[in-house]
Structure formats: C-alpha cells, structure tokens
C-alpha cells in the first residue's frame, strides 16, 4: 500500500498539537559520521523534530567527534510506551540486531544498501555488513508501521521485502548551507583557467572512480590539455582501491591532473563546486546521491550514469549515460563546456530540479509519512 | 580507446529543449577527428588482488579494515539513563554536572587517542602494504631462482650427455 501524499500532509501545528506532548521521537542508525549523507539526513531530521517542539533523540553504533554532542550510544537506550522509533536502514549493525531484539514498532527509512558484491576481496568487514544488511530487511517489515524510502528505486527494494506502507521522502538537503563560504584557500590554488570536472563521493569501488578516471584521460590528452579532475571523497585508511586509482593516474601520466582530495570540510566542498565546470558521475550504485542535487543546486551542470537511483534524482536536468564508452562520454563532457547555449539551459533546468528538493517541499513529505506513522503506532498501543 | 556503437545508446539527454540530433552530430565529428590515444583503457579492470591485500591472512586483513573503521569512533556519549520517574529525574539532574565534567576529561584524553590512532592506523596500513609488496618480491625472486636451478639442472644433464666416454 503506498503511503500518503504530499496534498494528505497535516498542518504542523495540528501534528504538533495533536501528538508532541505525548511522544518521543528517538532515532537510530548506524554510523553517525561526518560527511555520511544517511548521517546527514538523520541529523537534518533531528533538527526539524526538534523545530516542530517534539521531544527527539538520536543512538548510534558508532558515533565520530563531529556528532558526538548529539548522538548516544544505542546501548544506553531506556524505551519508554511513548516512544516512536525511527530506524535510518543502511547497513547491518549493532543497533538493527537491538531493533529486531527490541520489537517495537517503527517508522523504517530506507536509505539503500550497496550490493554486497562491490566489496568482495577488497573490504570483508563492508561485505558483510552491506550483506547481512540486504538479507535481514524483510525482518524489520512486521515491526514497520511505516516505511519510507529516498527515491523511487529503493522503495521497490521495500515492496519486495513485504512492507505494507511505503512512502518515498528523499534526503534532507541543506540549502542554505551550500550558500555559505567557500575554503579561500582551494579558490586560490586552483584560480587558473583550467576547466574543472568534479565527482563527490567515498573512494570505494561501486562509484566507480575508476571510470572518471579513464574518462579523463581521453578528455585531458584529446579535447582540452588545460583541464583537471578533482576526486572529493574520504577513503579507508587501508584497502587496495585508492592504491589502484593512484596507479592508474600514474599509467595515464595524467600527475597532478587529478586531484584525490580526501575528505572535504564544508568549506572545502564548497570551493570544489565553485571551481567545477561540470559533475560527472559514473557511480554504479546510489541510494539517492546527494551531491547531484548540490551540483545542480549550485549551478553546475550534471552527467551521470544510468543507475540505482541517478534517473529518479536527476529527472531530465542533465544528461545521462547509458553506457561506458569513455571517448564519447569525454566528448559530452566537452561540448557540455565549450557550447554555451547547452551549459546555461542545463544550469537553468539543474537549478529548477533543484528546487524540487526545496526543504519545505521535503519537509511536507516527511510530516505526512510521520502524521501516518504516528496513527498507526496509536492504533497498535 | 575506440569509440563504439552508437551514440544515441550511450548519451540519453531527456530535456525536450534541447536539439539531441545536432548535439550528437557534433559529438560524431569530435570523435571522428580525434588521434587514438596511446594507452588502452577497457583492459584495466580493478581487481582487489593486484593493488591490496589479497594474500594476507584473513584474520589479519580483517582487524585492519576495522582500525579503518574504528579509529576515531571513542568518543564517550551521554551515558545517563533517561529518566522516567521523579526520583530519577532528581538523581539525574545532581548527577549530570559530574557526569559532564568527566566526559569533559574522557573526551579531552579521546581526541589525543585518536590523533595516536590515526597515525597508528596509516602506519600499519603502510607496513602492511610494504609486507605485500616485500611477499610479492620474495615470490618473484623465488620463481626466477626456480627456473635459474632448472636451467643448470638441465645444461648440467647437456654436459654429461656431451662427456667424451670411459672419462670419469
């Protein structure tokens, strides 16, 4: 049964007045780490709980500096009658075994898992975590009251796992955010008239960095010598894939051409979308990929790869590849930052899609599917 | 890298504003007139065996993906039961003070432990990738004294073959 629609949604006050005294929203995920867009979404939502005057929290498995003001570990969790338990489903994890353990009802928000097989001989512990995280997904159907997903192509994975009411509620952006300030420092180093591609991601194998940097080659020896590849992602302290993309610059000889910037501060981030003449994207999987909408947001033009759920984010706002030839790839690439006419239109329907991920409009979508997961728990107590 | 198939089944542009014919017959003449490159692409696939750790233990390739993981994750959270009844509520707040100004000290001990493990978790990264490298080494060198021992074995057998009769 699909989930309610946005013309359903309460007005706040009505949600407010009718359920905050008597519940607690608690959330629970993972890893609550920097940069995580699954972290991000559950602390954006932890905000607007707040915002709206309900009684929030948030428990973590694993909890980095950045959050650790906010997050408890999910082990000191007292549940209380009054409680509506909100479960971020990434991966498997210490709180999903206490989740299942604990047996209450809850409003699942399904962010994707990544198919385990991307992490086969390459990371074990990511393997199985992303593999028992697939297999136990039907086991949190009964408990869900509600289950919402970021986009259209996860809350399939939600019908097939048997869950009865599914929503779609994509990621909490925060816009206001990206119109901050940008790091003055990369803006300096890298103010020259070089074109700039960008990809933002984890250096892990599905986002395949790999491919953008073949892609590059071409690119860099065939269209335009005076260009660069900026890599921004974090990436595990240990494990072959980073290695693998460094031997891969060096095979190409493209040195200082590609830019593996390792894990971004906001400022940061910031100044690498500002520098970007085009966001390329050859990722195999994504729950939702944020930064698409970030780029868009910010005016730069999108290429993406057919896959998961890219289609279902980029809508018609940028130009999409259905298959891996780097040479014509690169050529789009080039006409995409040499023609105008064509950057400025895609800059222009980038920035409407955008807008469709506007936080109110977000905002409404979330309220509906909690208002509906707020009934459904009274019903059950 | 050679371009193959056609265009309009790698690139898929859905805004209806935009002229797709003239963009991909652009695209045609750009990869028409461009010089192959040197270097071929499509066979270079990652295989986690040829850059990382494939050969190490398990057990051991396992402990180092979770320091990778792990590392910066200690800091100490709020660890107060949440209170149900006025009695714990009492107890909480005359507790709380305490509690903070411990997890004031425990986290300001966590950032310094976390600066010591990040570096302790690149530099085992580094020894275990040098041990790859070294193993990887030692079975070269070990392959090509192999077949040195089986090329004298066998210009040792050409000798005796060669050795003039009744010659002792």
Redesign the interface.
């Known amino acids: 049964m699909p989930g309610p629609t946005p013309t359903d949604t309460p007005s706040l006050p009505e949600l407010r007045e009718r359920f905050s005294p008597r519940v607690r929203l608690v959330q629970f995920i993972s890893d609550l780490s920097y940069g995580d867009a699954s972290a991000s979404d559950c602390i954006e939502i932890h905000r607007l709980l707040q915002r709206w005057g309900f009684q929030a929290s948030v428990y973590a498995d694993r909890i980095d500096s950045h959050y650790r003001k906010i997050g408890q570990h999910y082990s000191s969790y007292r549940p209380q009658d009054r409680d509506l338990i909100i479960f971020h489903y990434s991966a498997w994890s210490g709180a999903a075994q206490f989740l299942l353990q604990l047996g209450k009802p809850l409003l699942l928000i399904y962010h994707n898992i990544t198919p385990a097989e991307f992490f086969r001989g390459t990371e074990p512990v990511v393997w199985e975590l992303t593999q028992k995280g697939r297999d136990a997904l039907p086991q949190f159907a009964p408990l869900a009251v509600m289950a919402v997903a970021k986009s259209e192509y996860s809350r399939n994975d939600l019908v097939d796992a048997g869950f009865q009411r599914t929503g779609v509620v994509p990621i909490l952006v925060d816009f206001e955010r990206l119109d901050g300030a940008a790091s003055s420092e990369i803006l300096r180093a890298y103010d020259d008239d070089y074109t700039n591609i960008l990809f933002v991601g984890r250096l892990v194998p599905n986002k395949r960095q790999e491919d953008l940097i073949k892609t590059f080659y071409y690119y860099h020896h065939r269209c335009n010598p005076r260009s660069r590849l900026f890599l921004v992602g974090a990436h595990m302290a240990v494990g072959p894939y980073l290695p693998w993309l460094r031997k891969l610059v060096d095979h190409f000889g493209l040195g200082d051409h590609v830019v593996l910037t390792g894990q971004a501060t906001h400022q940061d981030l910031m100044a690498y979308y500002r520098l970007a003449d085009v966001f390329l994207c050859m990722s195999e999987h994504e729950g939702f990929c944020v930064p698409i909408v970030e780029s868009m947001y910010l005016g730069v033009p999108v290429i993406a790869y057919d896959a998961a759920a890219v289609p279902f984010t980029m809508g018609d706002a940028g130009i999409l590849i259905k298959k891996r030839d780097y040479a014509s790839i690169a050529e789009m690439t080039h006409l995409l930052t040499t023609d105008r006419k064509l950057h400025d239109r895609l800059v222009a329907r980038g920035r409407e899609r955008a807008g469709d991920f506007a936080r109110e409009n977000v905002e409404m979508q979330f309220a509906a599917h909690l208002e509906h997961a707020l009934i459904a728990r009274e019903k059950l107590s | 890298?050679?371009?193959?198939?056609d265009?309009e089944?790698?690139?898929?542009?859905?805004?209806?504003?935009?002229n797709v014919a003239e963009?991909m017959a652009?695209?045609r003449e750009?990869?028409g007139k461009?010089?192959p490159?040197a270097?071929e692409?499509d066979s270079?696939v990652?295989d986690?065996?040829?850059?990382?750790?494939?050969s190490l233990e398990?057990g051991l390739?396992?402990s180092?993906?979770?320091?990778?993981?792990?590392?910066?994750?200690i800091?100490?959270?709020?660890?107060?039961?949440?209170p149900?009844t006025f009695k714990e509520r009492l107890v909480n707040a005359l507790r709380r003070p305490l509690h903070q100004l411990v997890r004031f000290y425990a986290?300001l001990l966590?950032?310094k432990q976390?600066v010591f493990n990040s570096a302790t978790?690149?530099a085992?990264?580094h020894l275990?990738?040098q041990t790859e490298r070294d193993r990887k080494n030692t079975d070269a060198e070990i392959e090509r004294l192999r077949r040195e021992v089986a090329e004298l074995r066998q210009t040792i057998e050409q000798l005796r073959c060669r050795r003039p009769r009744g010659h002792q």
């Open positions: 890298m050679e371009h193959t198939g265009l089944d790698i690139i898929e542009i859905r805004d209806p504003e935009i963009i652009r695209i750009n990869l461009r010089e490159l270097v692409v270079l990652f986690p065996g040829l850059g990382g750790f494939l398990a390739k396992q180092l993906q979770q320091v990778g993981l792990t590392y910066d994750k800091y100490v959270g709020d660890q107060l039961r949440i149900t986290d966590s950032s976390v978790s690149s085992l990264a275990a990738r």
